[in-house]
């Protein structure tokens, strides 16, 4: 295994390299993460900035399916010191576009860095990194070859996409929230049951949120089975869309949304009051997402993310009714029965890990890579 840590930059490089590159690439994340305790705010923004790197291979579009699976099991082999992470960086930069953000593309050229960080974690932070990274790769193969403007086939392989993207990430948050807390420890099961739920919520709010950007691209998240079953083809919406079949679909899916956050909002009552700083950084996202979905639901015709997106006025509200309700569970729950009044809502009878995933110990030595070529080329003779 490489050495990472002696030869690698210094600690106080690497770690300001993060705390600079985080707003970029993340408006929301650099606003939420720097609510939590200064060890667990470390490891938190690494853990975010791993995933991105992961995100963004997926993302780029001048990348052929083969290559973005391949560059993501380099990148696996990186995080577990087979590899070193400099040959990663320089083979990838050159090939990204103009389609991914300038400080996406600084983040994989600097990516060394931010890797170096992962290697100063201890033993059990860098298991669950490493886990949590694996599973969204591994995940994201899986779909390299179905992406289209015809959508996923039915709400539950929605659901099977969002916890590979973002699911994972809320389980990924509660084992390193248990190992900076034994109270926290003690509410592990439960909170694993409804982590998912965070990830999903937010995910599916951003879904909804960037669907035209989304479509732009030639991309569709949403599940064709029960757009039919409303009238609709998911491949022949267009933006502006106020009819009726439209609207009642745009309300399905902001229901379901509702109810992962619904979920989250359970999540953070489990988490003890005087971690404040958690329970925000919690809030703070939870809050966003609820606030997005009910400027989505007023403006069914909306054409951009833009059109949704939450004013500065409203987050700064968001902030100051946490801070003043953050240690106080009936406040809480008064304020968030406030602001999801009139939301459409889905309760889901069975919250938790879609997968089996972090429930047992998959192996973390590689062989990702294989199962996703031979997945991805069985997904291209269909």
């Known amino acids: 295994m490489a050495n990472l840590t002696s030869t690698g930059p210094g600690s106080t490089e690497a770690e300001a390299y993060q705390e600079k590159i985080l707003p970029g690439v993340s408006r929301s994340f650099a606003l939420t993460i720097p609510q939590l305790p200064g060890d667990l705010r470390k490891v938190v923004t690494n853990a975010y900035l791993l995933c991105r790197i992961a995100d963004t291979i997926e993302d780029e579009p001048e990348l052929s399916a083969l290559q973005k699976v391949i560059f993501h099991e380099q990148f696996l082999a990186v995080l577990r010191g087979e590899e070193k992470p400099q040959n990663f960086a320089k083979q990838l930069t050159p090939l990204l576009s103009r389609a991914t953000s300038s400080s996406e593309r600084e983040l994989i050229a600097n990516a060394p860095l931010i890797v170096c960080n992962t290697h100063r974690f201890s033993a059990s932070q860098r298991q669950v990194l490493l886990k949590c990274v694996s599973i969204m790769c591994q995940g994201m193969g899986s779909y390299q070859g179905n992406a289209s403007l015809e959508g996923l086939a039915d709400q539950r392989e929605v659901d099977r996409y969002c916890y590979y993207v973002a699911g994972v990430v809320g389980e990924m948050l509660t084992e390193l929230f248990c190992q900076y807390s034994d109270e926290i420890d003690e509410k592990r099961a439960d909170m694993l049951t409804l982590a998912p739920s965070f990830g999903e919520g ?27 079953e409303l009238g609709l083809k998911v491949d022949a919406i267009t933006p502006g869309g106020g009819d009726k079949a439209f609207v009642a679909a745009l309300r399905y899916m902001v229901g379901v949304a509702h109810g992962h956050l619904h979920n989250a909002f359970r999540y953070t009552l489990l988490i003890p009051p005087q971690e404040t700083g958690i329970r925000r950084f919690c809030l703070w996202a939870i809050g966003l997402a609820v606030l997005t979905l009910r400027r989505i639901k007023a403006r069914s015709a909306y054409s951009s993310g833009q059109q949704v997106k939450v004013s500065r006025r409203f987050v700064k509200a968001t902030i100051l009714g946490t801070h003043l309700t953050a240690r106080h569970d009936w406040m809480l729950k008064l304020l ?30 590689g062989g990702y890579q294989a199962d996703s070529v031979n997945l991805l080329l069985r997904n291209s003779d269909k």
């Open 336 to 365: 968030f029965s406030g602001v999801t009044t009139g939301l459409p809502y889905t309760p889901l009878l069975s919250p938790g890990p879609r997968l089996s995933h972090w429930m047992t110990e998959p192996s973390l030595s």
């Open 202 to 228: 937010l995910q599916l709010t951003n879904i909804l949120k960037d669907l035209w950007e989304d479509r732009r691209q030639g991309v569709c998240w949403l599940p064709r089975k029960e757009f039919e």
